[in-house]
């Protein structure tokens, strides 16, 4: 807890203020040995994609560790009990557990294989996925209890083969490898043969691995390993936020360094911990100290997340609710709700003014993140895990004209003009959005998860035979990020470069060709700039001058895709409102008084509904 402790006061200094929220979470989860899960959603939240790195990312393992240590003993008790008679407790207890143990090991190491396929980081966070390398140990360490020990040559050659399989892990395991699976055989193999060798009878002489390993230097880093890993992850994340990237090197001198305050606490903390007397002699204060601990964890990711509370930046005006001129929604099961109105939306293109110092701000860069078109709230933006859409109508409802927005996040980000055009205009409004899901006729590569995304092409399939049926829509509005994460149907492969560029037209030029071909009339939004960097986070460093955030043209990633495209296939046009975000060569981090991006390339619902007027301008003339 001492780490958490100093981590959060740290954070405090030098993360953020728009992380502190983030951060205060992580280590009240970390608290509370929960991290692991909090991890695992985070890794599996489209919305929480590109996050910085949290300071206590590395307490997901002792998570893991805790919660194995809950199951264990339950595990132990159900095995004397009801396996195991108590006249034969003696004999049969260690058998009747390494028998359980092995069994449960294997279902573990199934699961693992399962959803590092389907769900990576889930089976790389999650216990029960990392149960079976537990179960290893245990195995061993039943073992060595039941006085089982190999013979001295064999266990030289396990620890010499430990070695170096731990070494040839190290070496050739990289970021790209599926984890665990398959891959996490060859360090669980590596460790458990380095266990083994170092198991031997009393009295028998020492294996080479046992002379190497139990030298003092070994030793020394053996009893500051555990403070060692605690430490090192705080000091890389924290350095990097107050000083920025470093190098190589540097990580190398800073985990040297993470050396200092390991060895400072356990020798003033955790050593006399373990040896305190009244302790030692008492469970039950052991147990108190401990929840009392996690409190006072929990109490500095609370102080640290409450900093966060962004009463310094809140806006004088009204920030824009997620809803922007909603009136009504007619969800899957009916009813309606109606909301409140955001700021009225321009009646034309806004006048691109820079931020003034002392503006207030609209949203407040530090709740920009919470900015979302309410589509993500009410359940009309389809999650990752969906392949079917909810029944959502917006705008006026009754209208017979019908616009369906189509595409992943970049499109959905445009539902706030969406939809207050079409309230103004009596249009219909339908949306068809879905998290990392394209709107080109591709299969995506689901980063996060390393899976192809068929979810994403079974919801397409089933949208566009909807489309292209009896109720056709007046007007698609489709757009999407452009992206290189994807799949050769053909070969299964992953492409990359000009293949995966190619891919993409192509697909597009199948979405296309097949609505204009059915009569539904398609429009193509160009996707906004992408600045590739946090620009809320940005301008929360920079509010007294806000336009120090500012970028030009030239440091934007291209959007790409070719409006030349949609030219010669009759129903497709295409829109492009790039000059509502940028003038010239410069894009504008807040306009006026609003904050244009939440994040590193989507708009807040706030500013997307201020540029209504320049998409129902755009609008108009193709719905005749």
Known sequence: MLVLVIVAVISWLVIPAIDHELVGGDIIA????????????????????????????????????????LVWPLLVLVVAVVIVSRVALRTKLLPSLAAVLAVLGVLSFVLSLRLTSTSEPWAFFGTPTRAWEFAVGGLIAIGAAAGWAMPRQLRAVAGIVGVMVLLATAARLT????????????????SALLLVAGTRRPGE????????????????????????????????VLVAA??????????????????????????FVERPIHHASFLVESPKRSLLLGAALSLVGVAAGLGLWLASGGGAFASSAPAASASENDTVRTPTGGGAATQSPAPKPSAGAPALAPAKTGDAITPSPLKARDDLPSIYGDGCHAPIPATTWDTCAFGDTESDTTIVLLGDSHAAQWFPALNAAATKNHWKVLVRTKSGCAAPDVTLYLRGQERPYTECDEYRAALFADLTGPDRPSLVLATSTQTESLVSRSSGERLAGPAAQQEWRAGWTRTLTTLSKAGVPVVVLRDTPWPGTDMAKCVSQHLDDPSSCDLSTDELSPTTFDIDLVKGLEGASAIDLTDSLCSGTTCPAVIGRYLVYRDDSHLTATYAASIAGRLAAALKPLLG
């Open 242 to 267: 107050w000083l920025g990237p470093q190098s190589v090197l540097a990580r190398t001198a800073l985990v040297v360094l993470a050396l200092v305050p390991s060895a400072l606490a356990f020798r």
């Open 175 to 190: 970021a790209d490898v599926p984890y665990p699976g398959t891959a996490a055989v060859l360090p669980v193999l590596g």
């Open 30 to 69: 970390a608290s509370l040995y929960v991290s692991n899960i909090r991890f695992a959603a985070q890794a599996t939240d489209y919305l929480g994609a590109g996050r910085a790195e949290s300071p206590v990312l590395h307490f997901w393992s002792l998570g893991v560790e805790e919660q194995f240590y």
């Open 205 to 236: 002489a020492a294996a080479p691995t046992d002379t190497l390993l139990g030298s003092w230097p070994m030793r020394s880093i053996g009893r500051l390993s555990y403070s060692w890993y605690l430490w090192h992850w705080p000091m890389l």
